[in-house]
């Protein structure tokens, strides 16, 4: 009996310590100037087993899968031009996904695959440090499986906001986020408000969709050769590793495919023959199973895209259309909504990229874009010209006379006026999808350490309009001008590229050494 009141009472004085020690850290106040931040980073790598030594990219691009599948897939897709039959087309290819995929889709009702696919990442409050005094934008960075419902998502970054908040001893943190980062910090807000938000920055956002998502998830899929061979070709044209080889197959595969005679038109009169039976198979087997991957869908097509990829088994994923449905519901149509009202509270800025032609698959990819996601939808509604125009002569006079004009680009190709937050929206031309220049570093913490909102007007070297280029080995973002709005992106090579992060590097290194 005494031995067990001696366990009890050291159990009660071990739990009564470790409150005392929660008690403090809740308690400790910092009120520096160094804003703690939450990089929400956009999705990561799915991998067959993260901590596996020989571990497997479920979700990345595997040249040599791709180019086999192409080299076989045209003969099967010969055949069926042959014989008007394409069922061993469609059972090849639809074969080659489900296998190559296998475990990473989500179960029928929107759960995580029951298996050891994840991401390479974990984080718990015990151990989380005290890190934020020197405005490193990788202090705290929050990742999560892009496959997992985004409404869970937001329960545990909640937790780690929370965790952040008291470690660093702020009441109040910056977010930042990238691409889909940004459906999630935004499901997040619509959950449990902004609060203990000062500042949100969303940076290349896919929250109103991702064309190449959003419109293949609808059926809205349209070939267009020149715009491959075009595409690939120029994006590609300093890869040097096994992607490189396999542009050089699917460039290889328009030859064929012209000598056969094929026109864009008769290819996509067949393609809307087989899409019905093979898209569907091909996304069920990979992403459309996945709540988190549905963030990408517009608004203008999630009704479409229910519709064209679960109309024959509507019941059998009745329970993952409900979580999805649920994110509609509360981010997804009311999105403007939200974001006005935290632009009452919160710091707002948004940076949207353009310069590039989209991914030629679907019927937007003559839109301007960082090559992933359109400048319409990262910049929340902004007007752009399409790839190779201008806006029209009488657009840009209808658009002064409402006393709009200020919100034209130079190179007279896109309208801020329509964006949903106007003056808080900064746009870089030639900057691609998943490029970083340093100066982003720079723009990031004037916004944070602000002590009110900033707009394109209050910095010269920050205006709307920027211009991004390459030129010894070092990256610039400039105003842009009547001089440089042609500027073409160039792309670095490797040891540009690598001599260029040295010397940011170095600049980091002794400014941090400066202020100490």
Not at 170 to 197: N, P, Q
Not at 269 to 293: E, H, N, Q, V, W
């Amino acid at each position: 009996m005494k031995r067990c009141l001696s366990v009890f009472l050291a159990v009660l004085m071990l739990l009564t310590s470790l409150s005392c020690l929660t008690a403090v850290a809740e308690d400790k106040v910092c009120n520096c100037e160094h804003m703690p931040m939450i990089y929400v980073f956009g999705k990561q790598h799915i991998y067959d087993d993260p901590h596996a030594e020989n571990r497997r990219e479920l979700d990345g691009l595997d040249a040599v899968w791709a180019k086999g599948l192409i080299g076989e897939g045209i003969k099967k897709f010969a055949k069926g031009l042959v014989t008007n039959n394409y069922d061993d087309f469609i059972e090849y290819v639809a074969t080659n996904f489900e296998e190559k995929y296998a475990g990473f889709a989500c179960q029928d009702n929107g759960d995580l695959p029951d298996n050891s696919t994840g991401i390479d990442y974990s984080w718990s409050p015990e151990t989380m440090i005290d890190d934020h005094v020197w405005d490193n934008v990788y202090s705290y960075v929050y990742i999560y499986d892009a496959r997992q419902d985004p409404m869970e998502i937001a329960d545990d970054m909640h937790d780690y906001i929370e965790s952040v908040r008291r470690v660093t001893g702020h009441h109040r943190v910056a977010v930042l986020s990238r691409c889909m980062g940004t459906e999630m910090a935004l499901a997040y807000f619509a959950k449990y408000g902004w609060d203990d938000i000062d500042t949100f920055f969303s940076y290349s956002s896919a929250a109103m969709g991702t064309t190449i998502f959003s419109e293949i998830f609808a059926g809205k899929v349209e070939l267009d050769l020149d715009s491959i061979n075009e595409y690939y070709g120029t994006k590609y044209q300093y890869d040097t590793t096994e992607k490189r080889q396999l542009i050089l197959t699917m460039l290889e595969l328009i030859s064929q495919l012209r000598a056969l005679g094929l026109t864009e038109k008769a290819l996509n009169r067949l393609f809307a023959r087989l899409k019905t039976d093979l898209i569907p198979r091909i996304l069920k087997a990979s992403f459309a199973t996945c709540p988190g991957y549905w963030t990408m869908v517009g608004p203008a097509d999630y009704e479409d895209a229910k519709a064209f990829l679960f109309k024959d088994d509507a019941d059998k994923y009745a329970d993952l259309i409900k979580r999805i449905d649920e994110y509609d519901r509360l981010v997804r149509q009311p999105m403007n909504e939200l974001m006005l009202e935290m632009n009452k509270d919160v710091k707002m800025c948004i940076l949207a990229k353009y310069g590039f032609q989209m991914i030629p698959a679907t019927v937007s990819q003559r839109e301007q874009s960082d090559d992933k996601i359109t400048l319409k939808d990262q910049s929340f509604g902004a007007t752009s010209a399409q790839i190779g125009k201008t806006l029209s002569t009488a657009y840009i006079e209808k658009a002064i006379a409402k006393g709009h004009g200020k919100y034209i680009s130079p190179d007279r190709i896109v309208d801020a006026s329509t964006a949903l937050l106007p003056d808080q929206t900064w746009f870089v031309k030639n900057i691609r999808h998943n490029d970083f220049p340093g100066m982003f570093y720079d723009l990031v913490i004037r916004m944070i350490r602000a002590d009110r909102q900033l707009t394109v007007n209050d910095d010269p070297e920050y205006p709307q309009y920027t211009v991004f280029y390459w030129e010894d080995g070092r990256d610039y973002w400039v105003p842009m001008t009547e001089e440089n709005m042609h500027t073409e992106y160039q792309h670095p090579t490797f040891f540009q590229a690598l001599k260029g992060f040295f010397k940011a590097l170095f600049a980091i290194i002794k400014m941090k050494i400066k202020e100490k």
